[in-house]
């Protein structure tokens, strides 16, 4: 009997050690689809990480620094500041701006089209040379030139933002991995769940170990945001200009509030996988 008693208990613990260790591999395939699931609703969502830029005042910001610059050149060139305010607009600033944008979350073709700009600038600076009494020779045709390469130059380098081309790199490279790395991890935490089922002796058992995968998981998921958010470690970054700054804190909040989300979301599915199990408990007495 003492026998029997020992072998019993034996088994208990060897089910135990394997059901812990099918729980654990359960909670790394877990935390590799929330990790999926957190980036593409997150960091790596083209509506986000839009709704975070216009929010941001990005556009009007750009254009402000851009007035600035264009205003150095113009009076490098002895031409009056507001020579091209009105080429140069807020608008078309914004039009172009987005465009990037959009086309490069899209993996679309980013080169501005600077044709009519610059079509626009030499009219401009002509016309101003003509009222000046000056007549369009070699000199000032070379002038003209210089100056609108200089202006189409500057505005090219302000609109372009380089921030999202790195964002799409990051997301094609981790798409990558995640192409085959997610289902694989969906499909062992689907047979591992099924194995807790079936290896335990009674059900509401296996369900606990579930529980506590969903748990754990949700539960790293909640950790360093958490500590991220609260401590904003991430606004120490040193970043200029300031409205750049700005908008990489707003984009960096968001996304680790979707890490949030996701871990929230494992933590409610344990507890409920919980009550479950207290339910099936209460069934069996």
């Known amino acids: 009997m003492s026998k029997h008693k020992h072998t019993s208990r034996k088994k208990k613990v060897i089910r135990n050690v394997v059901c812990t260790v099918f729980s654990f591999l359960m909670m790394v395939c877990l935390m590799i689809l929330f990790a999926f699931f957190a980036l593409q609703f997150g960091l790596f969502n083209r509506d986000t990480t839009l709704s975070q830029i216009n929010a941001s005042g990005y556009y009007t910001n750009v254009y402000e620094e851009l007035t600035s610059n264009l205003h150095t050149i113009a009076a490098s060139k002895d031409l009056p500041e507001d020579i091209f305010d009105e080429v140069i607009t807020e608008k078309r600033v914004y039009i172009n701006g987005k465009q990037y944008i959009e086309n490069s979350l899209k993996n679309k073709d980013t080169k501005l089209s600077l044709t009519d700009i610059e079509k626009e600038l030499k009219q401009t600076l002509e016309n101003y040379y003509q009222e000046q009494g000056l007549s369009l020779d070699d000199t000032v045709t070379n002038d003209v030139k210089s100056t609108v390469s200089a202006v189409s130059s500057e505005y090219s380098r302000m ?21 085959w790395l997610v289902p694989v991890a969906a499909v062992l935490a689907l047979l591992l769940m099924v194995l807790l089922l079936t290896v335990v002796k009674y059900r509401h058992r296996g369900i606990r170990f579930i529980a506590i995968s969903f748990f754990a998981a949700g539960g790293s998921f909640l950790i360093l945001p958490l500590c991220a958010l609260l401590g904003r470690w991430y606004e120490k970054a040193l970043v200029k200009p300031e409205y750049y700054s700005q908008f990489l804190n707003d984009y960096i909040a968001s996304g680790l509030s979707s890490f949030l989300y996701v871990g929230i979301f494992g933590m409610i599915v344990g507890v409920g996988l919980l009550f479950l199990v207290r339910m099936v408990k209460n069934r069996l007495k």
Request: charged share 20%.
């Open 159 to 179: 609109t372009r933002f380089q921030f999202v081309n790195y964002v799409r790199q990051y997301k094609q490279a981790l798409n990558a991995v995640f192409r």
